[in-house]
């Protein structure tokens, strides 16, 4: 099921290599499956779209499972920061909160 999902994501990745949402559906994908295709995808947004504010907050988780704590502080305060400037107050809110509980741990 998975691999018929990827193939399409992919398909549509092909079609529109500019849209942000394709490379982040394919990011979503990987993320319990395969943590470093997760990452490479994420870190692409970061790269190729900063703006797209949806992937500073899975971005970070992935930086935490892999135990990069400083790349996952720094992803969760840019995402804030973008956030803030953005009308979505519901993002800004998640990263707050996820950074919150970032800190919170590693106390």
Do not use: C, W
């Not at 947004?45 to 899975?58: A, F, I, N, Q, S």
């Amino acid at each position: 099921m998975q691999e018929e999902r990827l193939k399409i994501l992919f398909q549509y990745l092909e079609e529109e290599p500019n849209e942000p949402f394709n490379i982040y559906a394919i990011a979503m994908e990987y993320m319990n499956k395969d943590i470093q295709r997760a990452k490479y995808y994420l870190e692409k947004l970061l790269t190729e779209h900063p703006d797209y504010v949806p992937t500073y907050y899975h971005a970070a988780a992935v930086y935490v499972e892999l135990e990069d704590y400083i790349k996952a502080e720094q992803t969760y305060l840019i995402g804030i920061e973008k956030a803030h400037h953005q009308p979505s107050i519901k993002a800004f809110d998640e990263l707050k909160r996820a950074y919150k509980m970032f800190l919170d741990e590693m106390e």
